[in-house]
């Protein structure tokens, strides 16, 4: 099952996020998805094209990207058992979007912090739409009008920036050698009773906190950089936004 969707005008998009100064006349120029991606990215305005990308993919699509980025950045930091129970719960979204998929991968999401990036990929797929709508009174974030591709631009920049040290240190062999372990007693060992308490019904109703929503303005200032940042900043995005094209060539009219 595929969720309807159709890509949004160009410079629809652009004012969805905040773009670098250049981005605006880059997209103004160019007839064609991949025009517009391929431009930006020569330009080395990577961040900009992930935005865009994300916002020109359909749904499924785009989370598809925001896991596959994740699965890749496992390759230079091996993702945690809990990370990779996240993404499997986003796949099933994937496959078969609905209210107990989503549901389900919210409720994956809440095993990991907000700086794994499988952590929003399935928040992309959780917030897909909105279950309930707001409370009186709570202003709407802008970036909820486009909650799933902010969240996959999100999963996708994280994604490539990951590093060892992203992951919690492990003990040390001191640490290790002064660990009171008690021995085992061999005799009088007691079987243990086994209690099985079925599991709680999921709840369908996502519950949405706007206080979780990434800060558009915690994403790299590409006006502020230097050539030399925006040079490794590209690099360092290109085997990502290579990913997102595959994607895109095989699920967006005209792409070339």
């Known amino acids: 099952m595929s969720i309807p969707f159709s890509t949004p005008d160009f410079m629809e998009i652009l004012n969805r996020f905040t773009a670098s100064q250049g981005a605006g006349a880059i997209i103004s120029k160019e007839k064609t998805a991949s025009g517009v991606i391929n431009r930006l990215h020569e330009e080395k305005l990577s961040v900009d094209a992930v935005n865009m990308l994300s916002r020109m993919l359909p749904p499924q699509q785009a989370v598809e990207w925001a896991k596959q980025s994740t699965e890749l950045s496992g390759l230079s930091v091996p993702l945690s058992s809990a990370e990779k129970e996240t993404l499997g719960a986003a796949a099933d979204w994937i496959a078969e979007p609905g209210e107990i998929t989503r549901t389900a991968a919210l409720e994956a999401a809440k095993e990991l ?19 309930e ?19 996959v631009a999100g999963a996708v920049l994280l994604a490539a920036s990951r590093k060892p040290a992203d992951l919690p ?31 709680e019904p999921p709840d369908m109703n996502l519950e949405f906190d706007p206080d979780e929503l990434p800060d558009l303005d915690e994403l790299p200032d590409l006006d502020a950089m230097s050539d030399a940042e925006l040079e490794k900043t590209s690099k360092l995005l290109d085997p990502y936004l290579k990913k997102g094209i595959e994607i895109a060539r095989k699920t967006i009219p005209g792409w070339v």
């Open 169 to 199: 240190a492990g003990p040390t062999e001191a640490e290790l050698l002064s660990l009171d372990i008690p021995e085992p007693e061999i005799e009088g060992i007691a079987t243990p009773e086994i209690q099985v308490t079925p599991p």
């Open 133 to 151: 709508p707001f409370p009186e009174g709570v202003e709407v974030p802008a970036a909820t009008k486009d909650l799933t591709p902010h969240f």
């Open 113 to 131: 912090p907000p700086t794994s990036p499988a952590y929003w990929t399935a928040k992309a797929a959780a917030y897909s739409e909105m279950a």
